[in-house]
T-cell receptor
Framework: DAKTTQPPSMDCAEGRAANLPCNHS???????VYWYRQIHSQGPQYIIH???NNETNEMASLIITEDRKSSTLILPHATLRDTAVYYC??????????????FGPGTRLSVLP | GAVVSQHPSWVICKSGTSVKIECRSL??????MFWYRQFPKQSLMLMAT?????????EQGVEKDKFLINHASLTLSTLTVTSAHPEDSSFYIC???????????FGEGSRLTVL
């Protein structure tokens, strides 16, 4: 079972920041938080991951709360091409992926013109 | 960055025939690859773990004789759907871990339609 909970859907206006929350209240100290997205009829695309510090790359920023029980993925200037299902996944640092990399239902983000 | 490629991206076949889907890691070696199945409006479900040089391990409920997996080299895993039936119609996705960064890269997916 997925160890994260996300809202099933969100809307965001084009050009505005999209803030996607994820709850992982049972996360343990050696588990990373990963974010992927899946555009319709494509394979999932890696976005970002982090352990406890906030992370930023060319796609997004990841904000992890101090207690690590939740995180927020931020797309700073959403475009129509960011419309996708976003998955938040937790994984132990040294675990193999496979069974330990479980996709929940994710959040369906719709970026509106 | 690391790339995983699948082929074909879509295939239509008649019931009873077999279909092979290839998954390649293009610029890195992958001793392990993963195969997922995704039905419409559902999330990805892990089917099996492909291990280079040894037998694949299958998740509960996945028939190993129906979904044959071969991991013949460090860059190629294949999934063969044998004697396909309409209920096997689905989106099949593979992935491979890039150990240097801890990222799991996914192929583009292969959409199988069995008539």
């Amino acid at each position: 079972d997925a160890k994260t909970t996300q809202p099933p859907s969100m809307d965001c206006a084009e050009g505005r920041a999209a803030n996607l929350p994820c709850n992982h209240s049972t996360i343990s100290g050696n588990e990373y938080v990963y974010w992927y997205r899946q555009i319709h009829s494509q394979g999932p695309q890696y976005i970002i991951h982090g352990l406890k510090n906030n992370e930023t790359n060319e796609m997004a920023s990841l904000i992890i709360t101090e207690d690590r029980k939740s995180s927020t993925l931020i797309l700073p200037h959403a475009t129509l091409r960011d419309t996708a299902v976003y998955y938040c996944i937790v994984r132990k640092v040294r675990d193999n992926y496979g069974q330990n990399f479980v996709f929940g239902p994710g959040t369906r983000l719709s970026v509106l013109p | 960055g690391a790339v995983v490629s699948q082929h074909p991206s879509w295939v239509i076949c008649k019931s009873g025939t077999s279909v092979k889907i290839e998954c390649r890691s293009l610029d890195f070696q992958a001793t392990t690859m993963f195969w997922y199945r995704q039905f419409p409006k559902q999330s990805l479900m892990l089917m099996a773990t492909s291990n280079e040089g040894s037998k694949a391990t299958y998740e509960q409920g996945v028939e190993k004789d129906k979904f044959l997996i071969n991991h013949a080299s460090l860059t190629l895993s294949t999934l063969t759907v044998t004697s396909a039936h309409p209920e096997d119609s689905s989106f099949y996705i593979c992935s491979a871990p890039f150990l240097a960064t801890g990222e799991l890269f996914f192929g583009e997916g292969s959409r199988l339609t069995v008539l």
